[in-house]
């Protein structure tokens, strides 16, 4: 999908990454994990943010690349970094210790609560397994698991999660709690004044959500140009709630745009040259 305003033209993929960005704010120490969480938080170190500090799992602290990374053991990210530590100093001291403003979080599915997904699909069956139905032990798809997400959950000061939006990853609860957000219950972090805040905020590609004060419920709180409440209602797998007060989400600047695109054209030539290698 394409939308455009009086002079700029983005698609819908392009308005999740930069409304991610726009997320972060300047001197915020960022854990980023790979994938879209990546590219919106190297698109707001290339524009309004260039003294956010990027951190990633592998130990690289302030990393600056030229080109997304394909994983957290890229080259690019510890060539581009101000330092690198081992993977304990970065659980232990930089994570643990707290001294980690926001973790940036894709995943597989999302539920209600912002519990979210990254194990495998289709493991809460209510036969468990019997009569060749899906469980855990043999779900439809098996994921890659959690990586440093569960710590990033629960020990970054708060959680900002990007993700696409359907009706297959916004489901009502997640078939696995990989990454807790706020619980089965939304209360899940309560009378737990060691751990962070926990989700913040989700942006998707057709709109803004954020826990509900009271039930820690997701609700949508801005619509993204071109989205309807109808289109939220379709791609979400329970009965979404609104914001009284629903905002509209400011569109990409031609300047963001060109940054972001200039960026996942480094990324795709040099990755092409790699794999041509």
């Not at 130990?59 to 394909?70: I, Y």
């Not at 329970?238 to 990324?267: C, G, M, N, Y």
Request: aromatic fraction near 6%; charged fraction near 20%; charge should be negative.
């Amino acid at each position: 999908m394409t939308t455009h305003n009086d002079t700029t033209q983005y698609s819908s993929a392009e308005m999740m990454t930069i409304t991610a960005a726009r997320a972060l704010t300047n001197n915020m120490t960022c854990f980023v994990g790979i994938g879209l969480p990546s590219e919106a938080a190297n698109v707001a170190r290339l524009t309004h943010a260039p003294d956010v500090t990027l951190i990633y799992e592998s130990g690289t602290l302030q990393t600056k690349p030229d080109v997304l990374p394909l994983s957290i053991g890229d080259g690019e990210l510890c060539e581009s970094a101000l330092t690198t530590v081992s993977v304990p100093e970065m659980f232990r001291y930089w994570l643990q210790g707290g001294h980690i403003d926001v973790g940036f979080l894709g995943t597989a599915q999302i539920d209600r609560f912002a519990n979210l997904n990254t194990t495998v699909i289709a493991a809460n069956h209510p036969e468990g397994g019997k009569n060749g139905a899906h469980s855990y032990a043999n779900p439809r798809v098996r994921l890659p698991g959690g990586g440093g997400a569960p710590e990033i959950s629960t020990n970054a000061k708060e959680v900002f999660i990007t993700v696409k939006h359907s009706k297959r990853t916004f489901v009502k609860d997640v078939d696995f709690i990989t990454t807790i957000g706020f619980g089965r219950d939304g209360k899940g972090r309560d009378n737990l004044p060691n751990i962070g805040r926990g989700p913040g905020v989700v942006i998707t590609d057709l709109c803004i959500l954020k826990p509900d004060p009271a039930t820690k419920e997701l609700i949508v709180t801005s619509l993204h140009p071109g989205t309807t409440k109808e289109d939220i209602i379709e791609a979400t797998g329970w009965e979404i709630k609104f914001a009284d007060a629903l905002e509209t989400t400011p569109v990409p600047s031609e300047k963001e745009l060109h940054v972001l695109r200039e960026l996942k054209a480094r990324t795709e030539k040099a990755h092409s040259a790699q794999e041509a290698i």
